[in-house]
């Protein structure tokens, strides 16, 4: 192949000669000058080269406090090297603006003391906490020189240009917590009475909406467990939110202070959330103004057996002491089947409403006061099993009333038991 206009030719002259300009009729390699290299293998290096050209091109060193992120950086950087790194071989080597150099040096710590106190200049100090910090090799080195080496010279924990984060107003001033119910017994009858009134079909289950009303008196199943409104905390006329605290009551004994909101959304959000329609009895204490609270807590029972089982007829004043959560109708309906009433018809001789006392601890200290006075014996059941009626006594009706009625007022410890005449007496 033949090759026209172009002229090949062997030349002699080695790359620094061509670098150089030797043999350049046209001047191409005039103005071409090779680049410094860095070391590679320290990034520090790399740094101040960077450090470098930023004062090539602006005349000035890189402002730690700039608002430009790169500047601020190579500030920092520089801040740092001259800190921390003056006596490096590697970097004085390329240090072609004198960084590092002890004027620079201590140009550098004036700059950075009169930001902090511009009218208490402490250069020596600054250098002296340069000197220092080198020595610095261990923990026990940290701790000595705390003061110095701790301090925030470059404002780092000084947060600029960052957005104050969004004051949550929603959030509650207090998280809904968790704890015993420690008067459950007030609330164990109306958790009974509910039950049973499901099972009869007097009160219903409805999925909870997410607009439905929450009132005192209400019961809930959330996430299995039914709970009940026991209070809610009064709305002030300022609160427009309608977001009260409840007191919420769980059938497993634990109460909670949840929010009227939390609850609800909490309900909604549950596929097996539901709420206990009541029935008209509900709704007409509703229209009366009467809750829960001006019901009777249970009812402590008196009665008599008007059976005739020959093993009993020794017994001169038979009675059954015992409580219920529930009325006393619905506790004695199936007495003829249970061997708690003798599986015999039963009499209701007296009774006692429990409000402000737990019907179940009244029954247990009546049922020790007069311990004495319990009948022990052995009865066969209908279906042939043994039994011991463990709530009947033999003691006139008079002195389980004046024993109830001791228990009540507090006063129960200023007597006994006379057991041979089956009476209460003074101590």
């Not at 620079?104 to 200049?121: F, G, H, L, N, Q």
């Not at 309906?333 to 003798?342: G, I, P, Q, S, V």
Request: glycine share 4%; with cysteine.
């Amino acid at each position: 192949m033949k090759l026209t206009g172009i002229k090949l030719a062997i030349s002699d002259l080695t790359l620094e000669d061509i670098l150089n300009g030797k043999d350049d009729p046209h001047g191409l390699l005039k103005d071409l000058k090779p680049k410094k290299t860095t070391s590679k293998s320290n990034p520090l290096t790399i740094r101040l080269d960077e450090i470098n050209q930023f004062i090539d091109k602006n005349s000035r060193r890189p402002d730690p406090n700039s608002e430009n992120i790169s500047e601020m950086v190579l500030g920092e950087a520089l801040r740092s090297i001259i800190q921390k790194h003056s006596e490096d071989q590697d970097i004085l080597k390329n240090d072609r603006h004198n960084l590092l150099t002890l004027d620079s040096i201590r140009v550098e710590s004036a700059t950075i003391e009169e930001s902090d106190c511009p009218s208490s200049p402490t250069i020596s100090k600054t250098v002296q906490d340069i000197e220092t910090s080198k020595s610095v090799t261990s923990l026990e080195d940290i701790f000595n020189t705390a003061n110095s080496l701790l301090e925030d010279s470059a404002g780092i924990f000084n947060l600029q240009h960052v957005p104050a984060a969004k004051q949550n107003k929603d959030m509650p001033d207090e998280i809904a917590e968790r704890k015993q119910c420690i008067d459950f017994w007030k609330f164990e009858a109306l958790f009974s009475e509910m039950q049973q009134k499901l099972k009869n079909g007097e009160y219903q289950l409805q999925k909870f909406s997410n607009n439905s009303q929450i009132r005192e008196g209400d019961f809930f199943i959330l996430k299995g467990v039914t709970c009940f409104v026991d209070s809610i905390a009064a709305i002030s006329e300022r609160d427009d939110t309608h977001n009260p605290r409840m007191r919420l009551i769980f059938e497993n004994g634990v109460e909670s202070n949840m929010l009227m909101r939390s609850l609800a959304a909490s309900l909604y959000k549950d596929e097996n959330g539901r709420r206990v329609l009541q029935g008209a009895e509900a709704v007409t204490e509703s229209l009366i103004n009467t809750s829960h609270k001006d019901k009777p807590l249970g009812y402590l029972y008196i009665l008599r057996s008007l059976g005739n089982k020959p093993a009993l007829a020794q017994f001169d004043n038979l009675y059954k002491i015992g409580f219920t959560a529930t009325t006393i109708q619905d506790r004695i309906k199936n007495a003829e089947r249970d061997t708690a009433f003798l599986e015999s018809p039963v009499e209701i001789v007296k009774y006692f409403e429990c409000r402000q006392v737990n019907p179940h601890m009244l029954e247990r200290l009546t049922h020790t006061f007069l311990e004495a006075q319990r009948i022990k014996v052995m009865l066969v059941g209908r279906d042939g099993q043994h039994y011991l009626p463990n709530e009947w006594f033999n003691v006139p009706l008079e002195t389980i009333v004046e024993v109830v009625k001791r228990i009540s007022d507090g006063t129960i410890n200023q007597y006994r038991m006379n057991n041979t005449t089956g009476e209460m007496v003074r101590k």
